[in-house]
């Protein structure tokens, strides 16, 4: 059974920096491109960044672009999501999923996405 779990949310002031970790469980994260979403309360879930299996391949929402960087680390079984110059409208409860392809999608749409992990809380606030 494919698992996700997020981890390295917490409370930042603005400005700050995070880097959240999806570790995969029970599989192998090689052979699939992965993606970081969040959803802000009362708002819809949003892709925020996605990756390739290979990690040759990257892509952004316009609304990170420049701030935040995705990555992989397939030797450790995990991707990772670099946040600086954090904002207030940041805050989100940040998930990570799988794809069903080794390619990260234009615009890194949910529905290619599958084995959602729990969800890590990210509270950007002085």
């Known amino acids: 059974q494919l698992q996700l779990v997020e981890s390295g949310g917490g409370l930042v002031q603005p400005g700050g920096s995070l880097r959240l970790s999806c570790a995969a469980s029970?599989?192998?994260?090689?052979?699939?491109?992965i993606g970081w979403f969040r959803q802000a309360p009362g708002k819809e879930r949003e892709g925020v960044s996605c990756?390739?299996?290979?990690?040759?391949?990257?892509n952004y929402a316009n609304s990170v672009k420049g701030r935040f960087t995705i990555s992989r680390d397939n030797a450790k079984n995990t991707v990772y999501l670099q946040m600086n110059s954090l904002k207030p409208e940041d805050t989100a409860v940040y998930y990570c999923?799988?794809?069903?392809?080794?390619?990260?999608?234009?615009?890194?749409?949910?529905?290619?996405?599958?084995?959602w992990g729990q969800g890590t809380q990210v509270i950007v606030s002085s």
């Open positions: 999923a799988a794809a069903g392809t080794t390619w990260a999608p234009p615009g890194c749409p949910q529905r290619d996405f599958g084995s």
């Open positions: 029970g599989f192998t994260l090689y052979y699939y491109a």
């Open positions: 990756i390739s299996s290979s990690g040759g391949s990257t």
